[in-house]
């Protein structure tokens, strides 16, 4: 495997190229190079191992400062602590708890927030509304709402106009002194000379729960009438709220009551009950100026799960996204031909390179490396004569390959070019383009940092890229104009951040993820389910006579836990494969098949591959994918993205509990288009599905605790661990193994626990730790029959059990507690302390988290 970086502009190439390559990483090099003109020559420069050892051959200076500046808050931003306190952002240090605003319920919630500062641009926006003000970078998010459809949004500053409506903190308890609250006075200020007078009369009596009054409604009456009028309620019950302006408190109270008479509108009888529920009103825009900076940095939060907090008074967003041959620096890419003029770096295999290397070595050609990039590169130099181009060149040379490869060529004959070709699939090729520059790469994140604006090579296809733009032909010949896809994830998503791993960051980040995979995509009130780029209609629905779910590794797993979902919910046959053996035994599929394949990267081959002999069978193509614009989304029938968030670290966990997510909500929508779900059902279904992400924060923030770190410091040196779960969490069980095994290198292995005395139980004495999950579910007995025939021989059992559940403590030897949950939804949260287990294990042994030996992030190559 490798990764591929491609530039050609005014800029530093190699700067670019390396940065890029950082981002990249996680692929699992063994080697680096890179190749760059240099005083018109084309210089190769490659090295075994990490990328470092290459930056430190080419005396290159750190480029982390680069990442993410520009989304950040003027240094006496008043920050809402959830104890009460109020401090300017610039006294914040490490690691807090504020309030944060979960966007579902709109209730304040208490988040863990990390704070780090920026170099601050000369100016900066002040954004005033009638009650507060706050001066930030133009990059920095604020929290809108649509006034016409009660919709949160996020803006940057620069977008914010006067009479957009902001979300302002409401009963707030203030357990702070009065000269803290002196301090939030002078910040904010009022307009209003009574308001002014109320919080100085706050002050000097500190009362807690303070509240400015504002609009508690953010829905312009005309519209709100006009759909209640739509759904049935008379326009003469409605007169008592005629307007132009919003509603009022008193009058959204009254509405509701009117509301509960009419059914139809229950979906927007919840959406009102939610505002008059919630810890937020809404306040206008008066004013955005411009203003000089008044200190050298900026200040921000992150606050993972949710991604807000409070400032001055104000709802604010955070930051936020070699197959041939040993390691050894002559089998590193790139590679060049004999005359050192063309360079060549590739992703895939070339499965009949020992053929060609024998014929090109019968020709009298040398080679200096194992790697079969090598072959590719000595055929481009053949066919580069006789004035032929690169690109004809790289044409002709692909056609005698077989086997999925990904190309970027470069040519001292014509420095003004990059050609970039993809045979089969082979991971992903995806050219960007910037203001006079261009843009290659393997992966998104190494140039999402330059440029958002992206095209991506589908099989058999080529571009050639110059400063100014971009080609594209098929390897055919035959000219094409593609889509340019605009890519919304932020390059910061894929910096660390304050986490030691992308993986520590990313198992924090699942709070978030889950409610990004959520929003959008449900009425609580009506139980609808919003899954617009899922095809299938009612017919076809229930003309379904089986789903096939293929994926591999965790994607596998994720799939065993959809089974139960489609099963129960859909009343649909559930068959689960292993995507790279699917294809090889004629499995019975026709056009009545629902054929759903999970892949976080989209370039799983087999899984491709598996995609393929469906569509070839006549099934309905759908897929669960987190990489915007890839291969399996592309061919798919019905799409669902996961909306995870770039995923750096080789083993996946939030791009799991994300997918187990978006089959849920499948399963809904099946469920629905099959009429095996009434109404009353989906609300059901979908407000379990609403506190998933505020468990799953209150689940990590317990996590902090340090009892992690102390199982890891009892176990890290253990050499066997079994996993045991029962019904929906056997699942979790292969999961959790396969994190352990994945990063730290500890053989493990995960078991249904009823097949445990078939077998297993031979393995288990006083050295192999057992790990249990246990939750108070319909198999909770069994599971503690088991957990007791475990510790009969001897065991130690570390569960996994419900809050509350006194009995099991006295069962097992070590407890990690989740939330209670739903029955279908708690494999969500029961993964999630197996994901820390495996991390805190492998960090005490001193592994390599994010790039374990021997893996790759996107499996391209069979």
Not at 221 to 230: C, E, F, N, T
Not at 274 to 297: I, M, P, T, W
Not at 614 to 634: C, M, P, T, W, Y
């Amino acid at each position: 495997m490798c990764g591929i970086v491609g530039y050609i502009g005014e800029r530093n190439a190699a700067q670019i190229i390396m940065d890029g390559l950082r981002k990249l990483e996680y692929r699992g090099y063994d080697s680096a190079g890179v190749a760059v003109f240099n005083g018109g020559q084309l210089q190769v420069r490659k090295r075994v191992g990490k990328l470092q050892a290459l930056a430190e051959s080419l005396q290159e200076e750190s480029l982390d400062g680069h990442i993410g500046i520009g989304h950040c808050l003027a240094p006496d931003t008043l920050i809402q602590l959830a104890d009460g306190r109020v401090l300017p952002i610039a006294e914040i240090e490490g690691e807090v708890t504020v309030l944060s605003l979960d966007p579902i319920t709109l209730q304040l919630v208490p988040r863990h927030a990390f704070a780090f500062h920026h170099h601050a641009p000369e100016t900066l926006l002040e954004i005033r509304t009638p009650s507060s003000s706050v001066t930030c970078t133009a990059e920095h998010r604020m929290i809108t709402i649509d006034a016409e459809t009660g919709d949160l949004q996020e803006r940057r500053a620069s977008e914010i106009q006067p009479g957009d409506l902001l979300l302002f903190a409401r009963r707030v308890p203030v357990h702070s002194g009065a000269e803290s609250l002196q301090r939030f006075a002078e910040a904010i200020g009022f307009s209003a000379s009574d308001k002014q007078q109320e919080l100085e009369a706050i002050i000097h009596q500190k009362r807690p729960g303070f509240t400015i009054s504002s609009k508690a409604i953010p829905l312009r009456k005309p519209p709100l009438l006009r759909r209640l009028v739509a759904q049935g309620v008379p326009r003469t019950a409605l007169r008592p709220f005629k307007g132009k302006g919003y509603l009022t408190e008193a009058q959204g109270q009254k509405l509701v009551e009117l509301l509960k008479t009419y059914p139809a509108t229950e979906n927007v009888c919840t959406l009102l009950q939610r505002y008059l529920d919630g810890d937020v009103v809404f306040q206008e825009v008066q004013a955005v100026r411009e203003v000089l900076a008044s200190d050298s940095s900026v200040y921000d939060l992150e606050v993972p799960g949710t991604e807000n907090f409070i400032a001055n008074g104000l709802i604010s967003h955070n930051s936020r996204w070699a197959t041939h041959g040993k390691p050894s620096e002559r089998n590193a890419h790139p590679h060049a031909d004999a005359t050192g003029q063309v360079v060549v770096v590739q992703n895939g295999i070339v499965e009949n390179f020992r053929e060609l290397r024998a014929e090109l070595e019968a020709e009298g050609v040398q080679f200096k490396s194992d790697t079969d990039t090598e072959v590719i590169v000595h055929l481009v130099s053949l066919h580069y004569q006789g004035g032929r181009s690169l690109a004809e060149a790289v044409r002709l040379a692909l056609g005698q390959l077989r086997g999925p490869s990904a190309v970027v060529a470069l040519s001292s004959r014509e420095p003004g070019t990059l050609v970039a070709a993809r045979l089969g699939n082979a991971g992903g090729v995806a050219v960007g383009y910037g203001d006079g520059e261009m843009f290659i790469a393997s992966d998104m994140p190494a140039i999402l940092e330059h440029t958002r604006r992206m095209v991506f090579l589908e099989n058999r296809q080529m571009a050639v890229l110059t400063r100014d733009g971009a080609t594209f032909s098929t390897l055919d010949g035959q000219p094409f104009q593609p889509e340019i896809h605009t890519i919304p994830w932020d390059p910061v998503s894929a910096a660390k951040g304050k986490y030691r791993h992308f993986m520590q960051k990313e198992i924090y980040e699942q709070a978030n993820s889950l409610t990004d995979t959520i929003r959008g995509r449900v009425d609580l009130g009506s139980g609808e389910v919003y899954l617009e780029e899922v095809t299938l209609t009612p017919e076809r629905a229930q003309g379904l006579t089986q789903l096939v779910s293929v994926a591999c590794g965790t994607s596998y797993h994720s799939e065993l836990v959809g089974q139960f979902m489609f099963e129960q919910l859909a009343r649909l046959p559930v068959r689960v494969d292993y995507a790279s053996e699917f294809r090889y035994r004629d499995p019975v599929i026709d056009d009545r098949t629902l054929l759903l394949a999970i892949t976080q990267s989209g370039e799983t081959v087999d899984t491709l591959a598996a995609m393929e002999e469906g569509r070839d069978k006549g099934a309905h193509l759908a897929a669960i994918v987190n990489v915007i614009g890839s291969q399996a989304a592309r061919v798919s029938d019905s799409l669902i993205y996961m909306h995870a968030g770039p995923e750096i670290g080789v083993a996946s966990t939030k791009a799991f509990t994300a997918s187990i997510v978006d089959q849920y909500l499948l399963a809904i929508q099946l469920g629905t288009l099959r009429g095996t779900l009434s109404a009353d059902r989906r609300r059901g279904l979908l407000d379990d599905l609403a506190r998933l992400p505020a468990l799953v924060g209150q689940l990590l923030d317990l996590s902090r605790r340090g009892i992690y770190e102390e199982l890891a410091q009892t176990f890290f040196q253990h050499t066997d661990f079994l996993y045991l779960g029962r019904g929906i969490h056997f699942p979790i069980a292969l999961e959790g193994a396969l994190k352990l095994k994945e990063i730290s290198y500890i053989h493990a292995e995960g078991y249904p626990a009823g097949e445990m005395k078939h077998g297993p139980i031979a393995l288990i004495d006083e050295q192999m730790p057992v790990v249990a999950i246990a939750t108070q579910d319909r198999v909770y007995d069994k599971m503690i029959s088991q957990i007791e025939q475990v510790k009969a021989r001897g065991g130690i059992v570390i569960a996994v059990a419900t809050e509350g559940d006194d009995f099991i403590t006295t069962k097992a030897d070590h407890i990690l507690t989740i939330p209670p949950m739903s029955d279908l939804l708690t494999p969500v949260l029961s993964v999630i302390p197996l994901q820390l287990l495996a991390y805190h294990v492998a960090v005490r042994r001193g592994a390599d988290v994010d790039q374990p030996r021997n893996l790759a992030k996107s499996v391209t190559v069979e």
